[in-house]
């Protein structure tokens, strides 16, 4: 999450910048898929089920805790579970869930928005889409960094490794800030595609030009960006004049 957010950020440095650091993502070629579900799909699906059965089991608030810790701990669980399916529904908004072409057709309009070869573009019409989307990234984003940073702190108390008032209060400090800095770079990442103003069609005749320059330095081939650029009979969205977009099949 921490690198997604980061990486999104840099689209406020112009699409030029964010589509580079997107091509160096997907760089790694057919590996790429194995180091999303090891390291991202599995483990977020594994603690997302697993933190519904916490939830599920859980006991209520306990009246001898203060009643900041208690609102902590509703808070946690709350936003676990609104992050867990934020995360679901982003994916399956952005990729689809499955990489494959008639799949993409079947949920055109809802689904699969995001081409990474066309990355600010794509990702700045599907947010931008409609208030509600935007209104989802922002609470999904918020309830991300919360999970996260408030999670370092009770895990921390639930592994024993800070036990005493002392300890517990360096250690929620020190979540706190982490909770700070990420929620200020996960609100600029937002910012950059839900509120920022841009030329979207020069955004992607420069996406095109970057694809067309990598195709001439062999580092992908025609078949790669056929995949992942928007084809050209594919139109904006009406949010970007309803324009056919710049592009090869």
Not at 63 to 80: D, E, P, V
Request: charged share 15%; with cysteine.
């Amino acid at each position: 999450m921490v690198v997604h957010l980061i990486t999104n950020a840099t689209i406020w440095s112009g699409a030029g910048t964010f589509q580079r650091a997107v091509n160096q993502i997907h760089s790694l070629g057919p590996v790429l898929p194995l180091v999303e579900w090891a390291f991202i799909f599995l483990p977020i699906l594994f603690h997302g089920l697993y933190g519904i059965v916490i939830i599920r089991s859980g006991l209520p608030n306990n009246g001898s805790y203060s009643y900041f810790t208690n609102i902590r701990y509703t808070l946690q669980r709350a936003s676990g579970l609104i992050a867990f399916l934020f995360i679901m529904w982003h994916v399956f908004h952005m990729h689809g869930w499955i990489h494959n072409s008639q799949w993409r057709e079947f949920i055109e309009g809802i689904g699969g928005k995001f081409f990474p070869f066309n990355a600010a573009t794509t990702a700045t019409d599907a947010i931008q889409a409609s208030f509600l989307i935007r209104a989802a990234y922002f609470v999904g984003v918020v309830a991300c960094v919360f999970h996260l940073a408030n999670g370092i702190w009770t895990m921390g108390i639930t592994w024993g490794l800070w036990t005493t008032p002392e300890a517990q209060r360096k250690a929620n400090c020190v979540a706190g800030s982490i909770g700070a800095v990420l929620l200020g770079i996960g609100l600029l990442a937002w910012a950059g595609f839900a509120l920022r103003s841009s030329d979207s069609d020069a955004e992607r005749a420069l996406e095109n030009k970057i694809i067309d320059a990598r195709i001439e330095a062999g580092q992908i081939t025609e078949g790669e960006a056929k995949h992942k650029r928007v084809p050209t009979e594919k139109k904006r969205s009406s949010a970007d004049v309803g324009e056919t977009v710049l592009g090869e099949t």
